[in-house]
């Protein structure tokens, strides 16, 4: 098995939702400049040109480890054996509008998965020449917990055009994307995992759609009894009212409920080895 695995180019319909300045011949990614959402708040983006897609692990390495790991690892790699699933994640050359510099987007498929359906829907490459601009809008409901960020993505209006400005500093800048995200070397990997403290191999146990299923009509029962006993208890005060004040006059009055506005919910690659220099 070879470790000299690259980054897979994506393919919009297989979603499952030069000058190369870049390139200094090892993927080196101190020179890469990448658009970040350390804060709320809206961010305009263009994407150019192809993506690519890999999978890497976060848990349960050391923080700062980058390992990214490859569908033929899988029976070797011991997190992927150990049960800790590697999260398929994605990256493309993006034109960050707030400078006009050519960044590097990587993430999961809460963003990417928006850009798959655009395709789906308009039949247009997101990132192709007829492109739109696309706002990811990011929320932040607790700064200290990133795992609670959520993107919303809207394409903006139709088809942004490049400029010839636009294409010839992205061709200068870009970087090789399937080189910089190939796979890290199954012996590293092992490495890694040998740094790992026992206690901590094994992954948290997720719960089924069974046990949620439960959980969320033990909820709902225990929502409904505590409610039959708050208006039990309101009709034995309003009874024994009526009974000391027979002359009083009782007055029923409808009043509007509060909505569901539910403004962050739920619903808030091709060929391997092939050059994602190639942005066209």
């Known amino acids: ?51 690519v897609k890999f999978r890497r692990h976060w848990q349960p390495f050391a ?37 006009g510099e050519l960044k590097i987007l990587e993430k999961g498929k809460s963003v990417f998965g928006a850009f798959a359906e655009y395709k789906r829907l308009s039949g247009v490459d997101p990132a192709g020449k007829e492109g739109p601009d696309f706002n990811i809008k990011v929320d932040i409901k607790d700064p200290e917990d990133l795992r609670s960020t959520s993107y919303t993505v809207t394409p903006l209006g139709g088809p942004t055009p490049l400029t010839d400005d636009e294409i010839k500093m992205a061709k200068d800048n870009v970087w090789p994307l399937n080189k910089m995200y190939k796979s890290t070397p199954l012996d590293k990997i092992k490495e890694e ?31 409904k009894d505590e409610k039959s006993k708050d208006e039990k208890s309101k009709d034995e005060k309003s009874g024994a009212s009526s009974e000391a004040k027979p002359d009083a006059k009782i007055e029923e009055s409808e009043t509007a409920s509060e909505g569901d506005d539910d403004l962050f919910g739920d619903n808030s690659g091709g060929d391997e080895g092939e050059d994602s220099t190639d942005l066209f």
């Open 1 to 51: 098995m070879t470790d000299d695995l690259v980054a897979e180019k994506g393919n919009w319909d297989d979603f499952e939702l030069n000058n190369n300045n870049g390139d200094n011949g090892s993927g080196d990614l101190r020179k890469a400049r990448y658009i970040t959402f350390k804060k709320a708040g809206d961010y305009k983006v263009r994407l150019v040109g192809s993506h």
């Open 63 to 99: 923080k700062g480890a980058r390992i990214i790991t490859h569908p033929s690892y899988k029976d070797d790699d011991p997190a992927w054996a150990a049960g800790f699933y590697p999260k398929e994640t994605f990256a493309i050359h993006v034109i960050d509008r707030r400078d």
């Open 193 to 223: 995992w040998e740094k790992v403290p026992e206690d901590k191999r094994t992954p948290p146990k997720r719960e089924s759609k069974d046990e949620k299923s439960k959980d969320e009509k033990s909820k709902d029962e225990k929502s």
